[in-house]
């Protein structure tokens, strides 16, 4: 059974940081990019950043807006990525979900591609 589980979310003050998990199960993790993406209430879902399948920074892309504050990773070992998300600011309240692409072409925050998905978990961001 595939399965995609993201943790870590919370309830955070302004400027704090949350690393976000994403443990993936049930297919070749090696083999896909991982994204991640936000759904804040009342909005459509957006994409935050990916990772590709290979290695390299030029597999790595982060949307305008988490560029400087988020830092993506993953462990194949683990087959888990992560999101680390510093600077939070309101803005950032969302559900936050990861999902899965075989692709061993970079990545895309574009979600269609997408094949896997998981539930999300809530980030909070107060002022």
């Known amino acids: 059974e595939v399965q995609l589980v993201e943790s870590g979310g919370g309830l955070v003050q302004a400027g704090g940081s949350l690393r976000l998990s994403c443990a993936a199960s049930?297919?070749?993790?090696?083999?896909?990019?991982i994204g991640w993406f936000r759904q804040a209430p009342g909005r459509e879902r957006e994409g935050v950043s990916c990772?590709?399948?290979?290695?390299?920074?030029?597999?790595?892309f982060y949307e305008d807006y988490a560029k400087g504050r988020f830092t993506i990773s993953r462990d194949n070992a683990k087959n888990t990525v992560y999101l680390q998300m510093n600077s939070l600011k309101p803005e950032d309240t969302a559900l936050y979900y990861c999902?899965?692409?075989?692709?061993?072409?970079?990545?895309?925050?574009?979600?269609?591609?997408?094949?896997?998905w998981g539930q999300g978990t809530q980030v909070t961001v107060s002022s």
């Open positions: 999902a899965a692409e075989r692709s061993n072409l970079g990545c895309t925050v574009i979600s269609t591609p997408y094949d896997y």
């Open positions: 049930g297919f070749n993790f090696d083999d896909y990019a």
């Open positions: 990772i590709g399948s290979e290695d390299g920074d030029e597999n790595i």
